[in-house]
């Protein structure tokens, strides 16, 4: 499945929106397909809804099987940086709990 996000918008910033995506991600996962994810004249990915859409796949999925089953395309260095920036902060609270 690709999801292209500029079909959401330029800006991605809510939690709502990302659950969504999330959701479908999941669906996708679980049926061993694979996801990629196209930011193409997307400018700007929130940590709320990096974390959101990304992130949280951990607490159904140990991140080698989230990477495994998902592609980033087309996304700016800002971009990159926010979502490499949530699954680092969501491994971190997934390790203290």
Do not use: W, Y
Not at 5 to 29: D, E, Y
Not at 72 to 97: G, Y
């Amino acid at each position: 499945m690709r999801i292209e996000f500029s079909h959401i918008g330029k800006q991605l910033s809510t939690r709502v929106s990302g659950a969504s995506v999330r959701k479908k991600v999941i669906q996708c996962i679980e049926k061993n397909e694979k996801v990629i994810f196209d930011f193409s004249e997307v400018e700007i990915v929130s940590n709320s809804f990096a974390d959101e859409c990304f992130a949280k796949l951990m607490l159904d999925f140990d991140l080698p099987r989230v990477k495994a089953h998902t592609t980033f395309e087309n996304a700016s260095p800002f971009i990159k940086a926010v979502i490499a920036n949530s699954f680092k902060e969501r491994l971190q609270a997934l390790h203290t709990r």
